[in-house]
């Protein structure tokens, strides 16, 4: 696939997921009675821009990764500003750091919801009309000095049964394992048309190591497919939130993450299967945006919630200062995270 046609695909992708995600801050923000200066999608410089009637500033920049809403009384697009020592009238009124805790934390949950609510009506919307996807227990590729590549198995296995119980799609294969704990595990694969057993170890807290993309849709109704959207969301949330605790608490999977290029590619992969598969993958990412950005670190909306969480409970403001040393903080945490990113791009995902 073209270079052209991969960036095609990754901006439509991060814009989608980006301006719904932004669209919920805003939207909240302003029924708080919060003035919006600015609506971004992208950021750096800036292509482009038109002020609506109400004088906010609709912009795209040039660089397709983010977006944010920039708020009366903000320091930055961030929005983490302080309190000022003699706030103004207008800032009293209109500026978010004014608001109560309750109508903040509304204001910084809103994106991460409008995420899993997009990611919800995609996945119904595919449920619906072209069926569940259900990937295949068929390894499509098996990551080098794995559990799996130490463990015999070869790309084009189809896992039959972990320890006597029948694999019936790909996830099924992590659940058995999980559940065998860090036991020794048999797996029975059919390899050219015979079955081979093969005697896999693995550690429950780490990654064994396999991907599958043989996907086949399985048609099933409304009432249930209704239901499997909410019950996708919830699987993504709770899987990104355990792929995240096992790399920062655990330090395990770091070789997993991806940076804007493993984004792309997977982008533009999605997009080459059809308009469903694409449709999914969208799904999918703003459900890791969501989860990602409830995370209690300065810069993410998680880092707002904590901090008006911090003010509602105790009742007194969060100084300055402490402000200042919890975005440092939150930066080096992005900054590395990010940096993980990029290195993984240019010499592990290429």
Not at 76 to 93: M, Q
Not at 222 to 248: C, G, M, P
């Amino acid at each position: 696939m073209s270079i052209v046609l991969t960036i095609f695909y990754f901006i439509i992708v991060l814009t989608i997921i980006v301006f719904v995600h932004e669209f919920g801050h805003f939207y909240v923000a302003k029924k708080c009675g919060v003035k919006i200066i600015e609506f971004a999608i992208g950021m750096g410089q800036k292509l482009f821009s038109k002020k609506d009637k109400e004088g906010v500033e609709w912009k795209f920049c040039l660089l397709p990764i983010g977006g944010y809403v920039k708020m009366y009384g903000d320091d930055n697009a961030t929005s983490f500003g302080g309190y000022s020592k003699n706030p103004s009238e207008d800032e009293l009124k209109y500026a978010m750091v004014y608001k109560h805790p309750i109508k903040k934390i509304a204001i910084a949950f809103a994106g991460p919801f409008m995420n899993f609510l997009l990611a919800c009506f995609l996945f119904f919307f595919v449920f619906v009309f072209q069926g569940k996807p259900v990937v295949e227990p068929v390894i499509s590729q098996v990551i080098k000095n794995s559990y799996a590549e130490k463990s015999g198995v070869l790309q084009g296995d189809k896992v039959l049964s972990i320890n006597g119980v029948k694999i019936k799609t790909f996830n099924d294969i992590g659940f058995y394992l999980q559940y065998s704990g860090n036991k020794t595990s048999q797996l029975e694969v059919l390899r050219n048309g015979k079955n081979i057993t093969l005697l896999a170890e693995y550690n429950k807290n780490d990654v064994f190591g396999i991907k599958g993309d043989k996907v086949k849709y399985q048609k099933i109704s409304i009432l249930t497919a209704l239901a499997e959207s909410f019950v996708s969301v919830y699987n993504i949330t709770t899987k990104t939130f355990q792929a995240l605790w096992n790399l920062i608490i655990h330090q395990r999977g770091l070789k997993n993450i991806g940076g804007p290029i493993a984004i792309a590619k997977e982008s533009a992969k999605a997009g080459n299967n059809g308009f469903w598969s694409f449709l999914y993958f969208i799904g999918l990412i703003s459900v890791s945006l969501g989860a990602i950005n409830l995370l209690p670190v300065p810069m993410l909306d998680g880092g707002h919630i904590f901090i008006n969480l911090f003010e509602f409970f105790s009742r007194r403001r969060f100084g300055n200062l402490a402000y200042k040393i919890f975005v440092y903080i939150g930066i080096t945490f992005i900054v590395v995270l990010m940096s993980l990113g990029f290195i993984n791009d240019i010499f592990i995902n290429r």
